[in-house]
């Protein structure tokens, strides 16, 4: 296995959303032509990962939906100047049908075999 050693230091920003499963397939359309590449458009991040979450409930909807920042100073001027504004927007669309929580990371490796 190799280890590919990042050429900056990107910091990963997960956003976990779980949906009303009614909701599903408009919140999908919505997030992949509207949302992310709003949140893209910004300039603060390089790339977006969309997945949805295997659950073991049934009729569980949740996703993760992981940016990649150039660095930790991209992600502070993503929270100060843009975070907001486009958060507001998901809201607004679809205020009481989700539940959404994020995290950040420091990516510390990627392995490729």
Not at 73 to 80: I, K, P
Request: glycine fraction near 2%.
């Amino acid at each position: 296995m190799e280890a590919i050693e990042p050429t900056v230091n990107p910091i990963l920003y997960n956003v976990t959303v779980s949906l009303d499963p009614t909701i599903e397939s408009d919140w999908l359309h919505w997030m992949q032509t509207t949302h992310i590449p709003d949140v893209l458009e910004t300039r603060c991040f390089t790339q977006c990962v969309l997945s949805k979450v295997n659950g073991h409930e049934p009729n569980e909807c949740t996703y993760s939906i992981l940016y990649w920042a150039k660095n930790q100073d991209a992600l502070n001027h993503y929270f100060d100047t843009h975070a907001d504004k486009l958060q507001q927007h998901h809201k607004t669309r679809y205020d009481g049908n989700f539940v959404a929580f994020r995290t950040t990371m420091n990516l510390i490796n990627t392995m490729v075999s």
